[in-house]
Each structure stands twice: as C-alpha cells, then as structure tokens.
Nanobody, 116 residues
C-alpha cells in the first residue's frame, strides 16, 4: 500500500486546511483497515488527529474534535482531512497512515506552514 499526501503548503491563519491522501496498492474500504491523519509539529512528537475506518466510521482525538473532519471518496480511493481556524501552532508535517493489526503504512508527509 502506498500513500501520498498533498496539500497547499502555506495557509493563512484562520483559514481552513484541506489535505488529500491518495492511496494505491490497496482499497480504503478493505476490511479491518483504518486510515489516519497524524502530524508532527517542529521539535515535537507525533500527534494522532483522527481516523476513518474501512466501514466509514470516524474517530477523533479530543484535542482536534470540533475543528477537524476526515472523509473519504471510495471511488477515488482517497482520504481527506479538513481542519478549520488554523493557527501558527498548526504548522507541522502532516502524515497519512494506514494500519490494521498486521500492517502499518505511512506516506512521506506534507509540510503545512500557517503564516500570514
């Protein structure tokens, strides 16, 4: 399974971030898989933001719930992240991740910088 993140790179404060995770080599509706977004701010550890399951159910970290939405397009085999009200503290590398009990796949990450 290969994952490729894409996004705007630079976003103004207060705007909405939209990221795309394009998946190849496997289906996002494949049984048991979860598709997560994880970020790493500069100088900090990984932060699990949320995930969408193979069933379409979504799960969010309490820290991000309310301003984050994860969705998918099964026909395009793509997972999306939207996060609103961006702040400078949201500057990070954002990763797409696919996992089940046997496998764990990562994209290369995409840098998002929040700045005016």
């Amino acid at each position: 399974v290969q994952l490729e993140e894409s996004g705007p790179g630079l976003v103004n404060p207060s705007q909405t971030l939209s990221l795309t995770c394009t998946v190849s080599g496997g289906s996002i509706t494949a049984h048991t898989y979860y598709w997560a977004w994880i970020r790493q701010p500069p100088g900090k550890g990984l932060e699990w933001m949320g995930a969408i399951a193979y069933s379409g159910s979504t799960y969010y970290s309490p820290f991000f719930r309310g301003r984050t939405a994860i969705s998918r397009d099964a026909a395009k085999n793509t997972v999306y992240l939207q996060m609103n009200s961006l702040k400078s503290e949201d500057t990070a590398v954002y990763y797409c991740n696919a996992w089940n009990t046997l496998n764990n796949y990562w994209g290369q990450g995409t840098q998002v910088t929040v700045s005016s």
